[in-house]
């Protein structure tokens, strides 16, 4: 099973709004709404941000939203700011034999 | 507070084994499904293993199923991975990490995660 794919880096200045996207295949992302969204800070522990393609847990800021078309899902980051300068990845629930897969990750810039 | 504290790393040999714990606290482990997910120095998060509450239901990754076994003890709020046959493409951190739950409803998303343990198998 291949990760899912999104670009390497995508950047933005502070209060811009930014997109980041994961493509996946029919067997993943398009198949289930069970897509996820986390967030590392270097050197810390992923924190989930958005589950279920477009859920956020008690205590993620709404400025991240999520979605999905066909095989691809999208992260977006509204009014971006410093803190939110950190890598992201996605990852897709991909049924009982592959379980889960992961994106390649996308390191934000806030310029 | 809730937390979860990996502990078991280090530096192993090339074919030899090692085996790594996942203590809980501050929330009602025997309830949760658990997952181990590992990053490689400099490297993008890959999903290992799960298991299920109870322990009856267990899944592998392609690139660790024969290898490593995935277990835990309810009764002591622990997970453990026991890696066997390692190789340099293990080397990495280590998360255990919880399944989002709510009630009986799992939401396919890793929730509370736990601080890393770095394992790296080099000769």
């Known amino acids: 099973q291949s990760a899912l794919t999104q670009p390497a880096s995508v950047s933005g200045s502070p209060g811009q709004s930014i997109t980041i996207s994961c493509t996946g295949t029919?067997?993943?992302?398009?198949?289930?709404?069970?897509v996820s969204w986390y967030q590392q800070h270097p050197g810390k522990a992923p924190k989930l941000m958005i589950y279920?393609?477009?859920k956020r847990p008690s205590g993620v800021s709404n400025r991240f939203s999520g979605s999905k078309s066909g095989n691809t899902a999208s992260l977006t980051i509204s009014g971006l700011q410093a803190e939110d300068e950190a890598d992201y990845y996605c990852?897709?629930?991909?049924?009982?034999?592959?379980?889960?897969?992961f994106g390649t990750g996308t390191k934000v810039t806030v310029l | 507070e809730v937390q979860l504290v990996e502990s078991g790393g280090g530096l192993v040999q090339p074919g030899g084994s090692l085996r790594l714990s996942c203590a809980a606290s501050?929330?009602?482990?025997?309830?949760?499904?658990m997952n181990w997910v590992r990053q490689a120095p400099g490297k993008g998060l890959e999903w290992v293993s799960y298991?299920?509450?109870?322990?009856?239901?267990?899944y592998y990754a392609d690139s660790v199923k024969g290898r490593f076994t995935i277990s835990r003890d309810n009764a002591k709020n622990s997970l453990y991975l026991q890696m066997n046959s390692l190789r340099a493409e293990d080397t990495a951190v280590y998360y255990c990490?919880?399944?989002?739950?709510?009630?009986?409803?799992?939401?396919?998303?890793?929730?509370?995660w736990g601080q890393g343990t770095m394992v790296t198998v080099s000769s």
């Open positions: 298991i299920s509450s109870s322990g009856s239901t267990i």
């Open positions: 990852c897709s629930y991909a049924g009982s034999s592959t379980v889960y897969v």
């Open positions: 990490a919880t399944l989002l739950m709510s009630g009986l409803n799992k939401h396919h998303a890793f929730d509370i």
């Open positions: 279920e393609v477009s």
């Open positions: 501050g929330f009602t482990f025997s309830s949760y499904e």
């Open positions: 029919s067997s993943d992302v398009g198949s289930y709404n069970l």
